[in-house]
Structure formats: structure tokens, C-alpha cells
């Protein structure tokens, strides 16, 4: 089983229920007000940030296809 979790509403919801551990973010010239604001509410409840170049740049594999929305 992964405990890998995609997309911002679900990242969201496990950050502000302090349940991640690792937030990854994909570095984008505009960022999304949204993806914002949860890498800051993660932040100030310690969970860890990484903004990464692109997908590829992730420790682990992830599936083709996902639906990751940037989070």
C-alpha cells in the first residue's frame, strides 16, 4: 500500500489534520494561491517542504498519469 497522497484538496485536508509528514511541491513561475497557502500552513505545523524542479526530482516513483496538481 502507498502512502502516497496527490492533489490539493487532499494534501490540505491531511495538512491542517496534522497528519503529513512531507509536503513536495512542483516549482512553477506563477504558483497557485492555493498550493501556497498549504506549503505555509505546513510550514507553521512543522511538516516538511520540499519544492522540487519537476516530478522526475521526486525521492520515490510515482505512476504516469497522476493527477498531482502541482502538490
Known amino acids: 500500500m502507498s502512502n502516497l497522497v496527490y492533489g490539493i484538496h487532499a494534501i490540505d485536508s491531511l495538512v491542517n489534520a496534522n497528519q503529513a509528514k ?7 513561475e506563477k504558483a497557485n494561491p492555493k498550493v501556497t497557502k498549504i ?4 510550514i507553521a505545523s ?3 517542504v520540499n519544492y522540487i ?5 521526486l525521492p520515490f ?4 498519469g497522476i493527477t498531482h496538481q502541482g502538490i
Open 22 to 28: 512531507e509536503v513536495f511541491i512542483l516549482k512553477k
Open 39 to 42: 506549503a505555509e500552513n505546513a
Open 46 to 48: 512543522d511538516v516538511g
Open 53 to 57: 524542479e519537476s516530478i522526475k526530482d
Open 61 to 64: 516513483r510515482i505512476k504516469k
